[in-house]
């Protein structure tokens, strides 16, 4: 098992950054892929972005790639995500997850990921 505790949601203007931090614990070896998903309200969740554990490659959606950050910090095994030029249309609840399969198909489907995090609310103001 793998636990995910996100951190760092709230009430930002547009134009304005947050970072967000998930803290993994328990088998954290066994997670290939760490990303982030947000779900705004009558929405399906939706991909934002991803990283492979090993090497740190990411992927980003369209939609926030120039804008977000996904980046690792090996020692403390959490993931972050930098989040700039914030816009009222990325209003959601932002979710940690935790991927074991190491092949590269279906980064943005949410059910390829085995570990989820409970999120956290991000608001932008226009």
């Known amino acids: 098992q793998v636990q995910l505790v996100e951190s760092g949601g709230g009430l930002v203007q547009a134009g304005g950054s947050l970072r967000l931090s998930c803290a993994a614990s328990g088998r954290t070896f066994s997670r290939n892929f760490m990303g982030w998903f947000r779900q705004a309200p009558g929405k399906e969740r939706e991909f934002v972005a991803v990283i492979r554990w090993s090497g740190g490659t990411t992927y980003y959606a369209d939609s926030v790639k120039d804008r977000f950050t996904i980046s690792r910090d090996n020692a403390e095994t959490t993931v972050y995500l930098q989040m700039n030029s914030l816009k009222p249309e990325d209003t959601a609840v932002y979710y940690c997850?935790?991927?074991?399969?190491?092949?590269?198909?279906?980064?943005?489907?949410?059910?390829?990921?085995?570990?989820w995090g409970q999120g956290t609310q991000v608001t932008v103001s226009s």
């Open positions: 997850a935790a991927r074991t399969n190491l092949l590269l198909r279906g980064l943005w489907n949410i059910n390829e990921y085995d570990y």
